[in-house]
């Protein structure tokens, strides 16, 4: 081995090896440090919690706190989780943010290695699953997917945006959608109102209005938003029908969108609502669908389009600038089923490893839930996909190849029973495979992506954004909650069972933007 060779061994293999760790669990939804709150609810008498995962075998030890109470409440809690072993950790009522004004009642989570978080509010027969984003990854531009329903039974109900600040001094300014109100500290600001409030780290800012879909939210310094609804009706294209239940995600930061976003539909349901939201004023968009190629124009990037898809379906979104896309099921069928959101992942964001646990209703802790994963694979690689371990190829299953997109995608919806689980997709390039989350009984139903890429698109992998490390500590006083952690064991493969499993078949190709606009205005 000559010199050089051995000089180049030393610098490029550890850069490799840091290179694939940065790609998996830097700028994903694996981090060190969540805030989350939770927004108001009418209903509040089941505890919200999390639950929290790790890629590491080892234990992770994290601690879990609130600026909300001091003096005799606080103490440190901490907690371990490791890869076998996912926590669920409860946390107080009380901790619920119930007006439209600036709140403490924030909880951070900090941990020693990279862990999942997702956030579970679960009320009787209505509640929300969702996946959080670390505070490595919190930008200062949002646009904001929710419903409202105008006609809902119940105009106390609320359509709900959070804006959590991690920084000293975050001003933030939010605008209004097209044709709604927002209303905030007992103020109704319309469209052409800008909402301004600066909050401190560990605060919060909760905006609510009858629809706040759409706001156009910017910061002076990274901040998380969640948004979505306490308890809305969503009317189907066709149902006369359709449940009530809340639907919450914490939103991706505009400069993480991208342009390319494929939706199948989860089960259980009679049809599905995309909303598409544009970055930018004068985005045009085609919705590619069996059949058929729809050319659509977005003016105002605070109003959005919506379309349905039908059970069974697909569709593949793509846009001549960056778009979020939001799928909301109406209900699980005519009578008792609930609505749900999904934060949908453009190809960009798609990474190749995801690891998940499901949930329940917190009222209903025995009901026998139906747990269902919907994989968008290419369909080059589905022998490539390894769910608990074990190739989905193996297990038998029907598939319908489709045509679509940049790749040759196909939807498969795998039923799972309840538990932790993993899915490993071994692709190669120009292959890709996401996965969702649904869960479904009766009238409690939940969905989320499970995991994205969260960096700056156009910029380099490694981006400058940083864990704060604990450098900006701020005003906090921590109170830790008195609860204990729920261990749950993992499941076993051999209990999956492939469910259904169908798809988009469209043939895609990028038409001229030009043309696109043309047609449109
Ligand atoms: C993982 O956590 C469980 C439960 O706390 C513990 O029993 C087990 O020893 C841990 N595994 C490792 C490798 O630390």
């Excluded at 409030?197 to 939210?217: E, P």
């Excluded at 919705?287 to 593949?316: H, L, M, W």
């Excluded at 390039?429 to 649904?438: A, F, G, P, Q, S």
Aim: some cysteine; proline content about 5%; aromatic content about 10%.
């Amino acid at each position: 081995m000559n010199m050089h060779y051995a000089v180049c061994l030393l610098i490029c293999v550890p850069c490799i090896l840091r290179a694939e760790y940065l790609y998996e669990y830097s700028m994903t939804a694996a981090g060190k440090e969540f805030v989350i709150a939770f927004l108001k609810n009418s209903l509040n008498r089941y505890e919200p919690y999390l639950k929290i995962l790790t890629p590491f075998v080892e234990d992770v030890e994290l601690q879990i706190s609130t600026p909300a109470w001091n003096s005799v409440d606080s103490f440190h809690l901490t907690y371990t989780v490791n890869k076998s072993y996912p926590l669920e950790v409860k946390l107080p009522f009380r901790l619920r943010v119930q007006t439209s004004t600036v709140d403490n009642r924030i909880v951070y989570v900090k941990s020693s290695k990279p862990i999942f978080v997702f956030a579970a509010d679960f009320q009787r027969d209505t509640g929300s699953y969702f996946l959080l984003y670390p505070v490595k990854t919190f930008g200062t531009e949002y646009i904001v997917g929710a419903f409202g329903n105008a006609n809902s039974r119940n105009s106390e109900l609320k359509s709900l945006l959070g804006c959590l600040a991690i920084h000293t001094d975050t001003e933030i300014r939010i605008t209004p959608p097209v044709n709604q109100l927002l209303t905030f500290n007992k103020r109704t600001y319309k469209h052409d109102e800008e909402v301004v409030v600066t909050i401190n780290r560990f605060q919060l800012a909760q905006i609510m209005g009858i629809d706040v879909t759409g706001s156009f939210v910017r910061s002076n310094k990274p901040i998380a938003v969640i948004s979505g609804h306490e308890h809305v009706m969503v009317h189907g294209n066709s149902e006369i029908v359709s449940g009530h239940d809340m639907i919450m995600a914490q939103m991706p930061p505009v400069a993480t969108l991208s342009n390319v976003y494929p939706v199948a539909s989860t089960s259980n349901n009679d049809e599905e609502l995309i909303r598409v939201f544009a970055v930018h004023d004068n985005t045009a968009f085609s919705i590619y669908s069996p059949g058929s190629v729809i050319s659509q124009f977005i003016k105002d990037r605070t109003s959005y389009f919506e379309f349905y898809i039908a059970k069974n379906e697909g569709a593949t979104v793509v846009a001549d600038n960056p778009v979020q896309v939001i799928q909301i099921s109406t209900s699980g069928d005519r009578f008792t089923g609930d609505p749900r959101m999904i934060v949908t992942l453009s190809l960009d964001s798609y990474v190749t490893e995801y690891m998940f646990v499901t949930t329940v209703d917190a009222a209903f802790p025995n009901a026998i839930y139906t747990h269902t994963v919907i994989i968008i694979v290419s369909e080059s690689a589905k022998g490539k996909l390894y769910l608990d371990g074990k190739s989905i190829i193996n297990i038998p299953h029907e598939g319908t190849p489709s045509s679509c997109g940049y790749a040759n995608l196909e939807a498969i919806r795998i039923n799972v029973d309840a538990g932790y689980h993993t899915l490993g997709c071994h692709l190669e390039d120009n292959e890709y495979c996401t996965v969702y989350l649904n869960g479904y009984f009766k009238n409690s139903q939940y969905g989320t992506a499970i995991n994205r890429h969260l960096g700056v698109l156009g910029s380099s992998k490694s981006s400058s954004l940083q864990e704060m490390g604990g450098t900006d500590t701020g005003p906090m006083t921590t109170a830790l909650f008195r609860v204990a952690a729920v261990d749950q064991k993992p499941s076993t493969a051999s209990k999956i069972t492939f469910y259904v499993s169908s798809f988009i078949e469209c043939h895609l190709f990028m038409p001229p933007i030009q043309q696109l606009r043309i047609g449109d205005i």
